[in-house]
């Protein structure tokens, strides 16, 4: 099943790569990666997408507790919280096609980031699923470019 | 001798810090990155440089050493060739946890990425065989990380640590300080166990009918040996050791089953799958041991205790894992067990009739030389007391069932990833830290030339090591499956053609050698070998070229499913 889990690690030159390279050499599944500072800029925050059963996603927290420049690793799939990725995509325009994909952005509650003539930039943020649904919806008017950015994600707040 | 507040340049930083970690020894070789810290060592006099002549060579030592004394090994080599040259030994000691710090030198920081003379990524080219590596990229910083690369080589489960020096970095100056502790948020390793899981384990342990504790180098490295022996003898439960983990227990106790696994003994594989309770402790359900894993101990009550948590429930899933220290672990059972003791007669007796079975025993013949012969004889001359080191390949099964090792940081062999080469230079290195008992290799005819170079070392320096070469003029191991499992197809394993005289090359060194082709021959080498101290000593063992290692379990197959001997007695010679 899949799981998403929050590392907390060191800032440093070098990180992301031990934290990739531990997944490959350990054979196990890698299906998304996003890392950026937080508060705190000594310490960045790594959203990571994996699948396995409970065995295979038990060593994947080890190991990565494992890791010297891993401070704290949480998985957070059982835990409330909440996840979201940014979708940036490049359609085909044309007259014909303008009005329904306009729809369609407002459906995603997108926005449209730049506008030419025979293209149409678009970004949709939201859960993983989100975007996997407004990618396929938006597949049939011809999509030139895409780039999503992988889950990131955070516990939901206390009371 | 600096003092903190001094202003020193980078080399001699080097050297200071190494000071405090109250380094003996460094194994090393020079290079363009290094020549500042070549420079700087021309006056220093308590840390000793040993001069290797290969920079694997260097890395096996500094692990030798490391295994022989429990001090974490030092190895000092240049960029590029000099570092890549280290890879197989990092590896080698990050598989069998022995604790060692790489210092690296780097082009200047200025070049790094250019690819530049002598330039090789080696941070990134070890990443996957460190438990850590470090890039000082700042003068004011390197202090402090070799400060925390001794502090991660040596805590918790020990690893090889590499420090990579840029050129620039090591002839800037600063001001020294010398951190006072060292706290690394990202490494908090559990060494005190769970005290719910110890008390478990202590319950399990007073009931069960049928245990077996199955031991590994986790006991060594956590010097654990006393609790074993008092658990153990205690509570009437049988022993069996990993290849790293003999030692653990003295292999002359009766409840002493000696190795498990796929060379391991008959009796204690037997166990394994009869047992209503094993208490692994300090080892890693390695597939050389388990075999078969679906059938690997199918009746018992499993606790596991090891210090690394990623070691547990990793190849088999076990009812009772304990994460910490294995000393504390012992310690903790032991103070935990009622006074009222389970009586495991009749369980002991099983076991015997296992051993009486399928002893380890073997026939000698005036006229030819057989391996076990050769080991146990060094066994009983030595009482077990030897520091013994092996090479990869039949040699070291023969060694690892034949040695009756009697102590623990007794056998000093490349287990995890079974790298010929490895044992010269080990000898080497632990000759350096341990000079009050005999330290012994057991090498091949194949695995001897793979480091041959560092046999100047040990005459360089006269250690007094005895070099035992189990010689049959063939890759034996190698040639063994050939003949198991590979329809008799003998490629590339005989060397009887190409092998040099060994004698002669041993003696070209500078190095005392004997030949031996007979047990009387034989005895007579082994006295004068162990009898001489002045220098190494090398004795070219002839042995029979065909025998194979029994019993064995075939790759794949349970472990209680051993061969015994031959499959076709016609190809015995
Ligand atoms: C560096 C390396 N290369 C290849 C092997 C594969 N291998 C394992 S045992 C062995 C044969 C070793 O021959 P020798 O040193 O003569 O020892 P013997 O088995 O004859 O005792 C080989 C080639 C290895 N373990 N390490
Ligand atoms: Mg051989």
Not at chain 2, 273 to 298: E, P, Q, S, W, Y
Not at chain 2, 379 to 393: C, F
Request: proline letters at 5%; hydrophobic letters at 40%.
């Amino acid at each position: 099943m899949k799981h998403i889990i929050s590392v907390l690690v060191e800032n440093k030159f070098g990180t992301l790569n031990r934290v990739a390279a531990m997944f490959s050499a350990r054979g196990f599944n890698l299906e998304s990666i996003s890392i950026g500072e937080t508060e705190d800029t000594e310490i960045s925050r790594m959203t990571i997408v994996t699948r396995g059963d409970d065995r295979i996603v038990s060593q994947v927290l080890k190991q990565l507790n494992r890791l010297v420049d891993t401070i704290k690793v949480t998985d957070l799939t059982h835990q409330p919280h909440v996840e979201r990725e940014l979708l940036l995509m490049s359609l085909k325009l044309s007259a014909a096609s303008q009005r329904e994909i306009f729809e369609l952005i407002n459906v995603f509650k997108g926005k449209v980031v730049d506008i030419k003539q025979k293209s149409i930039t678009i970004e949709v943020i939201g859960s993983p699923d989100k975007i996997n649904t407004a990618i396929d919806l938006f597949r049939p008017f011809g999509i030139r470019e895409l780039a999503r950015s992988g889950a990131v994600a955070i516990h939901r707040g206390e009371n | 001798m600096h003092t903190n507040g001094e202003k020193l340049n980078g080399s001699e930083i080097f050297f200071e810090s190494l000071r405090r970690e109250n380094v003996e020894y460094i194994f090393g070789y020079p290079g363009g990155a290094l020549l500042k810290v070549y420079e700087t060592l021309h006056d220093v006099e308590d840390i000793k440089h040993i001069l290797v002549r290969h920079e694997q060579g260097a890395t096996h030592m500094a692990e030798g050493y490391a295994r022989a004394t429990g001090k974490p090994g030092v190895v000092l080599v240049t960029s590029g060739p000099g570092a890549t040259n280290t890879v197989t030994g990092i590896a080698n000691a990050y598989m069998d946890s022995s604790p060692m710090v790489v210092f690296t030198g780097q082009v200047p920081s200025t070049l790094i990425g250019n690819d530049a003379f002598q330039e090789a990524d080696i941070v990134g080219i070890t990443r996957p065989i460190t438990k850590h590596n470090f890039l000082v990229k700042d003068v004011r910083e390197l202090a402090s990380t070799i400060r925390k690369a001794f502090y991660l080589a040596t805590n918790g489960r020990p690893g090889p640590v590499l420090v990579d020096m840029p050129k620039d970095v090591l002839n800037a100056i600063c001001t020294f300080e010398w951190p006072e502790s060292v706290e690394i948020r990202g490494f908090k390793p559990t060494i005190k166990c769970h005290a719910n899981q110890v008390q478990k384990a202590a319950r399990m342990i007073a009931k069960a009918k049928r245990p077996l504790l199955y031991v590994g180098g986790g006991i060594i490295t956590s010097g654990a040996a006393e609790e074993l022996r008092k658990l153990a003898i205690e509570q009437q439960i049988p022993v069996t050791m990993t290849l790293n983990g003999l030692g653990a227990f003295p292999g002359d106790h009766p409840l002493s089953m000696g190795m498990l696994g796929m060379h391991g003994t008959y009796w204690a594989n037997q166990a394994i799958n009869a047992c209503d309770l094993l208490i692994a402790v300090g080892a890693r359900f390695d597939d050389r041991v388990t075999g078969k894993v679906d059938t690997f101990a199918t009746q018992a009550y499993k606790i596991h205790n090891d210090i690394d948590p990623t070691n547990v429930d990793k190849n088999i899933k076990v009812d009772l894992p304990v994460v910490g220290d294995s000393k504390d672990f012992l310690a903790s059972v032991l103070e935990a067990l009622p006074e009222a003791k389970e009586d495991h007669g009749a369980w002991l007796e099983l076991i015997e009739g296992w051993r009486k079975q399928c002893p380890m025993d073997y026939t000698v013949e005036p006229d030819s030389l057989k391996t076990e012969f050769v080991i146990d004889e060094v066994s009983k001359k030595t009482k077990g007391h030897a520091v013994v080191i092996t090479d990869v390949g039949q040699h070291q099964m023969w060694t690892a069932q034949y040695y009756k090792f009697t102590e623990p940081r007794s056998i000093i062999t490349s287990g995890g990833l079974g790298t010929m080469g490895y044992g010269l230079p080990a000898c080497i290195g632990a000759a350096f830290g341990v000079t009050d008992r005999p330290v012994i290799l057991f090498t091949g005819d194949g695995g001897l030339m793979m480091n041959i170079q560092e046999l100047v070392t040990a005459v360089h320096n006269k250690l007094p090591v005895k070099i035992f070469l189990i010689n049959n003029s063939y890759l034996g191991m190698v040639r063994q499956w050939q003949e198991l499992f590979h329809q008799e197809k003998y490629t590339f394993t005989d060397l009887e053609a190409s092998n040099p005289d060994f004698v002669k090359v041993a003696e070209a060194f500078g190095c005392k050698a004997l030949r031996a082709d007979n047990p009387e021959s034989a005895l007579k080498a082994i006295d004068e070998a162990l009898a001489y101290n002045d220098g190494p000593i090398l004795v070219d063992f002839r042995v029979i070229r065909k025998d194979m290692v029994f019993p064995m379990v075939p790759a794949g197959a349970s472990i209680s499913d051993m061969l015994l001997a031959r499959l076709n007695p016609k190809t015995m010679v």
